[in-house]
């Protein structure tokens, strides 16, 4: 009698993993190509680790923060090469997510100031449009 799988050991099929991620066949053949995931294969089935489903989820969270993914390789490959150099891995992903951090700040001071000036010019608009309804009465 063999044990029953864990979580850990089950595979998943490519509509599992697109049902679990929410992303479409076509987003995790394009990480497969990039190499950042990396299935099984039996036949023209493809099968999804426990490995591939916690690469995966960094990967989306990495997107979701703006990191490229060549960021993302190096990060993962960094933990990939030696399980114990978690200590490296932390550091750069901090130094990553401090400068992506940075980025994200300034183009959000950049869009406070466009919206501000949006506004400026909108409510020059409708004070314009205000007069020239008024001149018409």
């Given at each position: 009698m063999t044990a029953p799988k864990t979580a850990k050991e089950d595979l998943l099929t490519i509509r599992e993993m697109c049902a679990a991620f929410e992303v479409t066949p076509r987003t995790l053949r394009f990480y497969e190509a990039k190499e950042l995931l990396s299935p099984i294969r039996r036949g023209t089935a493809r099968?999804?680790?426990?490995?591939?489903?916690?690469?995966?989820?960094?990967?989306?969270?990495?997107?979701?923060?703006?990191?490229?993914?060549?960021?993302?390789?190096?990060?993962?490959?960094?933990?990939?090469?030696?399980?114990?150099q978690q200590e490296a891995q932390l550091r750069r992903t901090f130094e990553v997510a401090q400068e992506r951090l940075a980025q994200m700040q300034r183009q959000r001071a950049e869009l406070d100031e466009a919206i501000a000036e949006l506004q400026d010019q909108i409510a020059w608009g409708e004070g314009m449009l205000a007069a020239f309804q008024k001149a018409a009465e």
């Open positions: 099968f999804y680790t426990y490995r591939d489903r916690a690469r995966l989820k960094l990967i989306l969270r990495g997107k979701r923060f703006g990191f490229s993914l060549e960021d993302i390789r190096q990060l993962l490959d960094m933990y990939d090469r030696d399980g114990r």
